[in-house]
C-alpha cells in the first residue's frame, strides 16, 4: 500500500479487519486473481468507500468476506479476515450463519431482483432474516417498523406486496430492510444505487446514511461513484488490479491522492460530481 491513514480510532473500536486477502478463481482454464492482496479496515459506526475501476475485484472482495461465492471455482483464498476478532475464512458455515444472524454483517447488490424471492410476499422474507432479538413483538410488527425505518409511508401495503409488484427503489428498499433485520453491525453494500435512476439515487443513499448515523451501525459501499464517497464516507480504499492501492481519509483522498491512479481518479470525478447533496 502507498499511503495508509491510520486515522482517529483507537484499535479496540476495529470491526472488520482484512489484511492481504488473496481471492484466485478459475475460470475456465485460466486462473484469474480476482482480489490479490486486499486490505480493508472498518472501525464500529464509520462509513468506508472502496472505489476503483470496473474488474478491480471489489465486489469479490466485499463477497469473500461474507463468504458469498456461490458457484465459484476458488483456486485460491488466503490472507487474515477477523470480524471483531473472529477468524471469518476459517469460520464453519454454521457459525458464519450464526453471526450473520446476530449482529454480524449483512449485504446489499446493486440488483435487489436477483436476491428477493419472486415468489414470497416482501413481509414473509423480511421475517425470515430477522434475529432473535427484540422479543414481545410480533414478526409482523418488527417487519412493519423496519419497513417504516427504510422511509415507506404505507409499511402495511408494503409488506402484502410481490417484489414485481414494487419500483427499483422500492426493492432496494425492502433489500435494505431485509438486511437490517439481523441489527447488523456493518452493511456492505455493493453498487446499491447504479441501476437506479438519479433522483431515487439519491433518496436511497440518504436512506443507507440516515441509518448509518441513528443505528451507529458501519457502512462499507462500493461506488464507482467519487461524489458518494465524498458526501458519505469516512476513510476510502481504492482498489486497482486486485489490490488496496490507497487508503486515507476521504479529505485527504481528495486533497493529497498518493497513487497515480486515485490522483486520476479523482482529476475525472470532478467533472460528473452531483450538482445536488445527497445529505441536503
Ligand atoms: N464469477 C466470475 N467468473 C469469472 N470471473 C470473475 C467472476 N467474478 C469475478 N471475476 C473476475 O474477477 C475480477 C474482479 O471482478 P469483480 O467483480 O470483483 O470486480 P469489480 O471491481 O466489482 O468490478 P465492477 O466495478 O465492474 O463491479 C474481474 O477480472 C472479473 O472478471
Ligand atoms: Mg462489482
Do not use: W
Not at 469460520?91 to 450464526?98: I, K
Not at 446476530?102 to 440488483?111: L, T
Not at 417498523?145 to 419500483?167: C, I, K, M, T, Y
Not at 464517497?229 to 489490490?243: F, N, T
Request: with cysteine; glycine share 8%.
Amino acid at each position: 500500500m502507498n499511503a495508509v491513514n491510520t486515522g482517529l480510532h483507537a484499535a479496540g473500536d476495529m470491526l472488520l479487519d482484512v489484511r492481504n486477502l488473496k481471492v484466485h478463481l478459475r475460470v475456465s482454464d485460466q486462473i484469474v486473481r480476482a482480489v490479490d492482496g486486499a486490505d480493508l479496515k472498518v472501525h464500529q459506526s464509520e462509513c468506508v468507500g472502496v472505489v476503483g475501476e470496473s474488474g478491480s475485484g471489489k465486489s469479490t472482495l466485499v463477497r469473500a468476506v461474507s463468504r458469498l461465492m456461490p458457484n465459484l471455482r476458488i483456486e485460491e483464498l488466503s490472507g487474515d479476515v477477523k470480524f471483531e476478532g473472529r477468524d471469518l475464512l476459517s469460520m464453519s458455515d454454521r457459525d458464519l450463519r450464526a453471526l450473520r444472524r446476530a449482529r454480524g454483517f449483512s449485504m446489499i447488490f446493486q440488483d435487489p431482483l436477483g436476491y428477493l424471492n419472486p415468489t414470497q410476499r416482501v413481509e414473509r422474507q423480511i421475517a425470515e432474516a430477522l434475529s432473535d432479538n427484540a422479543r414481545g413483538q410480533s414478526a409482523g410488527q418488527r417487519v412493519c417498523n423496519l419497513l417504516d425505518e427504510v422511509g415507506f409511508a404505507d409499511p402495511r401495503n408494503v409488506a402484502r406486496r410481490f417484489p414485481h409488484e414494487l419500483s427499483g427503489g422500492m426493492r432496494q428498499r425492502v433489500m435494505i430492510a431485509m438486511a437490517l433485520a439481523s441489527d447488523p453491525k456493518i452493511l456492505f453494500a455493493d453498487e446499491p444505487t447504479t441501476a437506479l435512476d438519479a433522483t431515487v439515487q439519491l433518496q436511497v443513499l440518504e436512506t443507507i446514511y440516515r441509518l448509518h448515523k441513528e443505528r451507529n451501525m458501519a457502512v462499507a459501499i462500493i461506488t464507482h461513484d467519487l461524489g458518494v464517497i465524498a458526501e458519505l464516507c469516512d476513510r476510502v480504499y481504492v482498489m486497482k488490479g486486485g489490490q488496496t492501492v490507497e487508503s486515507a481519509s476521504t479529505i485527504d483522498l481528495f486533497e493529497r491522492p498518493q497513487h497515480p491512479y486515485s490522483a486520476r481518479l479523482i482529476g475525472l470525478s470532478t467533472h460528473g460530481r452531483h450538482e445536488k447533496s445527497v445529505l441536503s
